[in-house]
């Protein structure tokens, strides 16, 4: 079965700072799709981004990008220029071609001013 | 265009009750999941709908029960509640079932078993 791991379960970025999460995985399957949610005091998921397992190139929206190793089974965030708004719970999430949809456990990230 | 949409947000149910949640996706979207969301499992995906049909299911006990309606919306049904079943369940939809597509969550709806 797949699994998702989040190693931090806290992280702390100073504002206007680049912070990194991590996110790791297992699967056997060669098609797949990857996401990063964003879940803040209202509990209402949010998507931050999503990367194709096909596709080498990583992704990126505006401050948020990824860094996809497929090889490594890896997928991290990176957040430039924090902002206070960020301040959240982060989930990674897997998703395989059959819909089999897995979250990590999640890293609360704090944003100090 | 409104989001996901989950009534109530808020219950408390006794325990052996049983409890139906529902779900009002993004218009123009057929598929529709829940999950469940605890401290100590986390996230948990619970089943998936798309055309009336129960596509995917997650590994909850047969008390988990959900329908999806012709108008794409669904409802999800706990019977004979446990104190473990208190929980945030969230429902998202999405276009169809291409397992690219985004996923978009609502608020949840927060259940308390006493």
């Known amino acids: 079965a797949q699994t998702v791991t989040q190693s931090q379960p806290e992280m702390s970025v100073q504002e206007a700072e680049t912070v990194t999460l991590s996110c790791t995985y297992d699967?056997?399957?060669?098609?797949?799709?990857l996401f990063w949610y964003k879940q803040p005091p209202s509990r209402q998921m949010i998507l931050v981004i999503r990367?194709?397992?096909?596709?080498?190139q990583n992704a990126t929206e505006n401050r948020f990008s990824v860094n996809f190793q497929k090889a490594a089974k890896s997928f991290s965030l990176k957040i430039s220029d924090s902002q206070l708004g960020d301040a959240a719970m982060y989930f990674c999430a897997y998703r395989s071609a059959n819909n089999d949809m897995r979250f990590g456990a999640g890293t609360r990230l704090t944003v100090k001013p | 265009k409104a989001g996901v949409t989950q009534t109530p947000r808020y219950l408390i149910k006794t325990r052996g009750q049983q409890v139906t949640l529902s779900c009002s996706p993004i218009?123009?979207?057929?598929?529709v999941s829940w999950y469940q969301q605890t401290p100590g499992q986390g996230l948990q995906f619970l089943f998936e709908y798309f055309s009336e049909t129960q596509r995917n299911k997650g590994n909850f006990p047969g008390r988990f029960s959900g329908r999806q309606f012709s108008n794409s919306r669904s409802e999800m049904n706990v019977s004979t509640l446990e104190l473990g079943d208190s929980a945030l369940y969230l429902c998202?939809?999405?276009?169809?079932?291409?397992?690219?597509?985004?996923?978009?969550f609502g608020e949840g709806s927060w259940l308390t078993v006493v």
């Open positions: 699967t056997s399957e060669s098609d797949y799709y």
């Open positions: 990367q194709e397992a096909y596709k080498q």
């Open positions: 998202a939809s999405s276009l169809d079932l291409f397992s690219g597509n985004t996923i978009y």
């Open positions: 218009s123009g979207h057929r598929s």
